[in-house]
Nanobody, 127 residues
Framework: QVKVVQSGGGQVQAGGSLKLSCTTF????????MAWFRQAPKMQREGVAS???????NYADSVKGRFTISQDNPKNTLYLQMNSLRPEDTAMYYC?????????????????????WGQGTQVTVSS
């Protein structure tokens, strides 16, 4: 069974930086994709950044130029470097395994198509 373990996050002032990590275990899928989502209180879960099966990164418009997704394949680890953080970035952040590469399509994220979620990590940005 696939397992996803997240680390990082915390509290920072506006303009600061944080880095999230996500390590996967027992993934045996072929050509799967990875992504980061977030969910603020009383809001729907939204996509933040992702890699497709070919390793091409995609970003939500709200984080372009501020967030960077990266991965270390030998370590099965996904990262999200978050710079110039804003109070509106405050949310629970989730790592996602997208087995069939359907969670991102045509510029839109589809959380309902994610197969495995990490446990979530809180990011709080104060003004």
């Amino acid at each position: 069974q696939v397992k996803v373990v997240q680390s990082g996050g915390g509290q920072v002032q506006a303009g600061g930086s944080l880095k999230l990590s996500c390590t996967t275990f027992r993934v045996t899928y072929d050509d799967y994709a990875m992504a980061w989502f977030r969910q603020a209180p009383k809001m729907q879960r939204e996509g933040v950044a992702s890699f497709d099966a070919k390793g091409i990164p995609n970003y939500a418009d709200s984080v372009k130029g501020r967030f960077t997704i990266s991965q270390d394949n030998p370590k099965n680890t996904l990262y999200l470097q978050m710079n110039s953080l804003r109070p509106e970035d405050t949310a629970m952040y989730y790592c996602a395994v997208d087995r069939y590469c359907l969670a991102y399509s045509g510029g839109w994220y589809y959380p309902q198509r994610v197969d495995v979620w990490g446990q979530g990590t809180q990011v709080t940005v104060s003004s």
